[in-house]
């Protein structure tokens, strides 16, 4: 099967920019949201086995020189409309794009050439992003973090991406006007505890306190919310206030327009962007602070991805068209249908899918491969496939999932291996071919590595006899895989954190008389 193309593929837009009643607007988006996530049904013990033949949950607490011969960095990271997202089965984002770079950074630097170190991106709640580090649970954590005296005292940072930047109060346009900080006393305002902004504003409060003045009234929000959440939902005049960063405030006042920045107030400022690791990580923070030198804002490749996110609106615009997602659906309706009738996790076989073609039915490669699973006509027409018209994307996916259920049936069925490596295995042949990983396995076990395990096993002598394609096409749909699992459960938990601001379901804390969101 061919490499996918490394260029960006338009893939599944959608715009909703045309609707003018911002409510109705943000209503209509979590109503799709809603719609999205209803078709997604995973099997939760198969996806754990599957996520933990890399011991993802496991507990590791070492520095870069272990992280390089465990050939992968875990990187925590919320859910973002700007900095991490899924855009169709294309993950993109600010942050993503930076670690992406920092990737292609670190492999250089080691020279690793066919066994590279891969990131893995973990999607994380906000609240969880620094314990969970801390803890050994992730390598690095990222998603514009301010540096804090608070959360310095559980983690390290590196040096800053971003210098100069303010927390200011964004209102809806039912919000009393306010001119001055100290406007905000008896205001309420929407706050994620873990974030920034609370500690500012706790400390804001406490001056008030010593002046007399009445104090803000901070509701605590679901921590699975973002802030480009908060500002859709002022907005729409869902809620009265929240705090923002400055830059980000900039940038989606271009898209938003019903709400008002007030860049003159400030409840800090100068704040500074950095990425999160574990103390006592000298040699990763050395790396990381050599990568901050040629990608923080102000150099090359860093205005580059500032331009990309924080300036240029297009992307935005440009997201989930209504026919690429009616689209999009309909092809995830057949991984579905498929992956059910060959017993797999239909986000593998997306996984496969995206690393084959993008989900893109309209490719072909140089060979002959054709569409969506990029299988050769000769494949899909061998009696074991036997499906015919693969240029129809029901057919495609139809073979391409049927050939996958073969490959194991046929070669790795009856082998002493767990159902996780036969699936690794099965990977590995799609793109290789059966009888060659026949070949990688009989000669790891000659070098003494176990020819039924591919992780950190076959894959070597992979990279050894046919070179870096086979190990990283594997690794990349472990990675895609990952990824689209946790983003299907982080979005669960943000679809039901929405609901319960738009008022459908509310907790209340009775002793203190305000709404809060868990």
Request: proline share 3%; glycine share 6%.
């Amino acid at each position: 099967m061919q490499k996918p193309n490394s260029t960006y593929d338009q893939g599944f837009k959608n715009k909703f920019i045309g609707i003018k009643n911002w409510k109705n607007r943000f209503l209509c988006l979590f109503c799709l949201i809603i719609c999205i996530f209803a078709l997604i049904v995973v099997d939760v013990a198969e996806a754990q086995s599957f996520l933990e033949s890399l011991k993802l949950d496991e507990k590791w607490t070492g520095d870069f020189d272990g992280m390089a011969k465990r050939r992968y960095i875990r990187a925590l990271i919320p859910y973002s409309k700007t900095f991490y997202f899924l855009d169709g089965a294309d993950q993109r984002g600010l942050e993503y794009d930076l670690l992406k770079e920092f990737e292609e950074y670190i492999n250089k630097k080691l020279n690793t050439k066919t066994l590279k170190i891969n990131v893995i991106f973990i999607p994380t709640a906000r609240d969880r992003l620094l314990p969970a580090l801390a803890e050994g649970l992730g390598d690095i954590a990222v998603g514009n973090l301010t540096i804090t005296p608070e959360r310095q005292k559980q983690v390290d940072f590196s040096d800053p991406y971003l210098k100069g930047i303010d927390e200011i109060p964004v209102t809806g346009q039912k919000t009393a006007s306010i001119k001055t900080l100290n406007d905000l006393a008896g205001k309420e305002i929407y706050v994620r505890a873990s974030s920034s902004y609370y500690e500012s504003l706790k400390r804001v409060n406490a001056e008030f306190k010593k002046a007399g003045k009445e104090a803000m009234k901070l509701v605590l929000a679901d921590e699975y919310l973002e802030d480009e959440d908060f500002l859709e939902m002022t907005n729409a005049n869902l809620i009265p206030m929240i705090i923002i960063d400055s830059h980000k405030g900039r940038f989606w006042s271009q898209i938003f327009n019903d709400m008002t920045l007030h860049p003159d107030i400030k409840v800090r400022s100068g704040g500074q962007i950095a990425w999160a690791l574990r103390k006592n990580c000298p040699k990763f923070k050395k790396v990381i602070n050599g990568f901050m030198k040629s990608h923080k804002k102000g150099t090359l490749m860093g205005n580059i991805l500032f331009k990309r996110y924080l300036k240029n609106t297009k992307w935005v615009s440009n997201s989930l068209a209504k026919e690429e997602l009616k689209r999009f659906k309909e092809t995830i309706g057949l991984f579905q249908k498929y992956s059910k009738t060959y017993d797999f996790d239909w986000l593998i076989v997306t996984a496969l899918a995206y690393q084959e073609s993008r989900i893109d039915q309209s490719k072909r490669s140089y060979l002959g491969a054709i569409g969506v699973m990029q299988l050769m006509p000769s494949t899909a027409a061998d009696k074991n496939v036997n499906i015919v018209n693969i240029e129809e994307i029901e057919n495609n996916i139809h073979a391409g999932v049927k050939y996958l259920r073969f490959i194991i049936d046929q070669y790795y069925e009856k082998e002493p291996m767990d159902k996780v490596n036969k699936v690794l295995f099965a990977f590995a042949s799609y793109n290789a071919g059966p009888a060659r990983v026949a070949r990688l396995r009989r000669e790891a076990r000659k070098m003494g590595l176990d020819p039924n395990v591919w992780f950190r096993n076959v894959e070597i002598v992979a990279a050894k006899r046919i070179g870096r394609e086979t190990v990283q096409y594997v690794s990349n749909i472990y990675k895609y895989y990952t990824a689209y699992r946790l983003i299907v459960e982080e979005g669960k938990l943000k679809t039901e954190a929405v609901k319960k601001i738009t008022g459908k379901e509310e907790s209340w804390e009775g002793n203190k008389g305000r709404v809060l969101i868990y």
